[in-house]
């Protein structure tokens, strides 16, 4: 972007990726708060769900182990994303088979790099609170029983709209890299199951989801999604005791504006929590997302925690 500036090519050289020594490691929780999968439905209610996500992604990762900056000329080395993440989701039972659920969420990100110029490194960071990629979700229900102590089972399906922006830039006017934005630009497909059950006081939950991008914008499309978690919730007195394992591949991302070499990878996360019900179909929940391996393709920035506060209700 400098060599653009500098020789009054700047807009031809939009359309070229952007040279990176590592990607920034924007990036959402992986910890699952479906709680419609989790306990599935009884009768017609709407849920409301409102959670904070933190992740402080300051360490550079190069496949399995820790990486250091390269300081290579013409090329930026990152420091930091910070993700403070609000994500709303608003679902409401049709029918003792079908839910649908619309998720919302708003992006604040703080990040920063240094470019190493031939004079020496120079800082840059963006920092941003924006609209981020709506998602609406159906869940399907194949059982017949409707007693919450029965076994739940089910299919999900729905998209991932391309709401979020592609285009934000900092103080400097520097378009912030494609990963980075809060939008991908792409239109997703969204398919996976549920099942979910009780052994004696103790709640159990699956879910496998896989997110395939079936369009691209400006020459960047995300790679492929999957995750799978599995949880158990049992009470402890006045609280409930959540925990979860969370598994994540991420597919390379591709097109002229992406950064193949240095996105995508294989995650496996263990988060414990907790949830304290107010009352009601009310509860308040926390959970610490805890990594017990990362393998990164290329060098990208990866957080020692996660977490996520949040507060769920029917109505």
């Given at each position: 972007?400098?060599?653009?500036?500098?020789?009054?090519?700047?807009?031809?050289?939009?359309?070229?990726?952007?040279?990176?020594?590592?990607?920034?490691?924007?990036?959402?929780?992986?910890?699952?708060?479906?709680?419609?999968?989790?306990?599935?439905?009884?009768?017609?209610?709407?849920?409301?769900?409102?959670?904070?996500?933190?992740?402080?992604?300051?360490?550079?990762?190069?496949?399995?182990?820790k990486a250091a900056?390269?300081g290579t000329v013409?090329?930026?080395?990152?420091?930091?994303?910070?993700?403070?993440?609000?994500?709303?989701?608003?679902?409401?039972?049709?029918?003792?088979?079908?839910?649908?659920?619309?998720?919302?969420?708003?992006?604040?990100?703080?990040?920063?790099?240094?470019?190493?110029?031939?004079?020496?490194?120079?800082?840059?960071?963006?920092?941003?609170?924006?609209?981020?990629?709506?998602?609406?979700?159906?869940?399907?229900?194949?059982?017949?029983?409707?007693?919450?102590?029965?076994?739940?089972?089910?299919?999900?399906?729905?998209?991932?709209?391309?709401?979020?922006?592609?285009?934000?830039?900092?103080?400097?006017?520097?378009?912030?890299?494609?990963?980075?934005?809060?939008?991908?630009?792409?239109?997703?497909?969204?398919?996976?199951?549920?099942?979910?059950?009780?052994?004696?006081?103790?709640?159990?939950?699956?879910?496998?989801?896989?997110?395939?991008?079936?369009?691209?914008?400006?020459?960047?499309?995300?790679?492929?999604?999957?995750?799978?978690?599995?949880?158990?919730?049992?009470?402890?007195?006045?609280?409930?005791?959540?925990?979860?394992?969370?598994?994540?591949?991420?597919?390379?991302?591709?097109?002229?504006?992406?950064?193949?070499?240095?996105?995508?990878?294989?995650?496996?996360?263990?988060?414990?929590?907790?949830?304290?019900?107010?009352?009601?179909d009310t509860q308040?929940?926390?959970?610490?997302?805890?990594?017990?391996?990362?393998?990164?393709?290329?060098?990208?920035?990866?957080?020692?925690?996660?977490?996520?506060?949040?507060?769920?209700?029917?109505?």
């Open positions: 972007m400098r060599l653009a500036r500098q020789t009054g090519l700047a807009l031809p050289l939009l359309l070229l990726p952007m040279a990176a020594a590592a990607s920034c490691g924007s990036a959402f929780c992986s910890i699952n708060t479906d709680w419609d999968s989790q306990a599935p439905w009884q009768d017609a209610a709407t849920r409301l769900d409102l959670r904070m996500e933190y992740i402080h992604q300051d360490q550079l990762r190069a496949g399995t182990g900056p390269s013409g090329e930026h080395d990152e420091i930091r994303t910070l993700n403070r993440n609000l994500v709303a989701s608003l679902s409401h039972a049709f029918s003792p088979s079908l839910n649908l659920a619309l998720q919302v969420p708003l992006v604040s990100r703080d990040h920063a790099h240094v470019f190493n110029d031939i004079g020496g490194p120079e800082p840059e960071s963006w920092d941003f609170t924006r609209l981020g990629d709506v998602r609406v979700l159906a869940h399907l229900r194949l059982d017949e029983a409707q007693s919450p102590h029965d076994r739940a089972y089910g299919l999900i399906g729905g998209v991932k709209l391309p709401t979020g922006s592609t285009d934000v830039r900092n103080a400097a006017g520097e378009l912030a890299e494609r990963s980075l934005q809060p939008g991908s630009g792409s239109t997703d497909l969204i398919v996976g199951g549920f099942v979910s059950g009780r052994l004696a006081l103790t709640s159990w939950h699956t879910q496998l989801n896989w997110q395939h991008a079936v369009s691209e914008r400006q020459d960047y499309q995300p790679g492929n999604r999957v995750g799978l978690d599995a949880g158990v919730t049992h009470p402890l007195g006045a609280v409930n005791a959540l925990a979860q394992i969370n598994v994540l591949w991420r597919g390379r991302d591709s097109g002229l504006n992406a950064e193949p070499a240095d996105s995508g990878g294989k995650y496996v996360y263990f988060s414990p929590g907790v949830a304290v019900p107010l009352g009601g308040i929940y926390g959970l610490v997302q805890l990594p017990l391996y990362q393998n990164v393709n290329g060098t990208q920035l990866t957080a020692d925690w996660a977490a996520t506060l949040g507060l769920t209700t029917r109505f």
